[in-house]
Structure formats: structure tokens, C-alpha cells
């Protein structure tokens, strides 16, 4: 049984750093991906960051390119996600999942891509706020 679960959400300042964790148990080897969304009130789930399992291989929205890092341990079954120059814009309801992968845009194979229908497995979730 697959379980995803998210935390260190809060408050920060504008500029300000915030890393967020997830937790993983019960993900198959299927799932080559893990992900983090996010989804601001009103508006569509979006993509942030992905990881590649197997590869180590990453991938960011162009809107947080430079400012947000994925990583992962698996020693703890954990995938971070460090935020940093947080913008206003930024605030949301942040999500891990766990997928496959997808047709690179390049065409050169699979990859890991900041495509929320990749992803079949999801966390509750943990928000975020910027002021």
C-alpha cells in the first residue's frame, strides 16, 4: 500500500528558504518518479520538480529553475525539496507523488517530467505561505 507523506510547510517571508520532506513507504519499483506539485486555490495542479529513482536525474518548471532543488535519500525513503528566493507567487498546497515515466521532449527515451498525469500516487499534501 503506497504512502506519501508531506511536511515542513509553513510561513516565510518573501526571499525566504523552506525545505519540504516527504516521506515514502509502499512505492514500487514501478514507480521510477518522484515528483513534487503544487496547487494554489483556484487554480490547477501544477509541476515543480522531479526526480528520476534510478538515475538521480532532475527536472524543475521553468518558473522555479534556479530556486528549488530536488533530492532524495533512500537510505530514509525521503524526497526533499529545498526552496529558496521564495516569491509571492510561490504559495500554494505542495504535494509529492510517485509515477513513471514519460516520453522525453527531446525524444531520446523516457524521463521523469513535471507532468502531473504521470503520477498515480499522491500525499495530502502541505502548504505553503509567502508574505
Known amino acids: 500500500h503506497v504512502q506519501l507523506v508531506e511536511s515542513g510547510g509553513g510561513s516565510v517571508s518573501d526571499g525566504g528558504s523552506l525545505r519540504l520532506f516527504c516521506t515514502t513507504s509502499?512505492?514500487?519499483?514501478?514507480?521510477?518518479?518522484m515528483g513534487w506539485f503544487r496547487q494554489a486555490l483556484g487554480k490547477e495542479r501544477e509541476g515543480v520538480a522531479t526526480?528520476?529513482?534510478?538515475?538521480?536525474?532532475?527536472s524543475y518548471a521553468d518558473s522555479v529553475k534556479g530556486r528549488f532543488s530536488i533530492s532524495r535519500d533512500s537510505a530514509n525513503n525521503t524526497v526533499y525539496l529545498r526552496m529558496s528566493s521564495l516569491k509571492i507567487e510561490d504559495a500554494a498546497m505542495y504535494y509529492c507523488?510517485?509515477?513513471?515515466?514519460?516520453?522525453?521532449?527531446?525524444?531520446?527515451?523516457?524521463?521523469?517530467?513535471?507532468?502531473?498525469?504521470?503520477?498515480?500516487?499522491w500525499g495530502r499534501g502541505t502548504q505553503v505561505t509567502v508574505s
Open positions: 507523488a510517485a509515477g513513471r515515466r514519460g516520453w522525453c521532449s527531446d525524444g531520446r527515451g523516457y524521463c521523469c517530467r513535471t507532468a502531473p498525469g504521470d503520477f498515480g500516487d
Open positions: 526526480i528520476d529513482i534510478n538515475s538521480g536525474s532532475t
Open positions: 509502499g512505492v514500487t519499483y514501478a514507480a521510477y518518479c
